[in-house]
């Protein structure tokens, strides 16, 4: 997501280089809200081992990400070739690390505080009482 996120802007500030900077904070916000999110279901599910995929994830999405870009912005936007590379698997890769791990941090945590109905229905019932119910109750 982030790849192509940053192949689009980069190809919509090549055509008009001002003015892309709101559209640009809000995909960087709606990938952080997604990551944010999808960490909340899978805490809120209950999945297994699910800090240490997400730890794994980042890394994933990072490194996919850096090359994804290079290869996208070469294929789609100007003649960004192999020596973007570098810069892209440091600088690139990290950031786009923290942009999955930050906010699965958050959603790790928030996901399992989450309001379970099915589990909580049963509890909140009321008992019926053992004794049959009379004119006076």
Sequence with gaps: MHAAVAVT?????????????TVEALALGALVAAAAV???????????????????ASLVAGWGAAVLSVIGRGAFVDQTGVSA???????GAAFTALLV???????LVVGPRLDRREE?????RPRPS???RT???
């Design 120 to 124: 909580q229905e049963p509890a909140e």
């Design 135 to 137: 004119k006076a109750d």
């Design 38 to 56: 999808w960490a909340a279901v899978d805490a809120w599910r209950g999945l297994p081992d699910r800090g240490r995929v997400w730890v794994l």
């Design 130 to 132: 053992p004794r049959p």
């Design 101 to 107: 791990l930050v906010p699965s941090g958050v959603g």
């Design 9 to 21: 802007i980069a190809a919509l500030k090549a055509a008009d280089p001002t003015g892309w900077t």
């Design 85 to 91: 590379l570098g810069q892209a698997l440091t600088g």
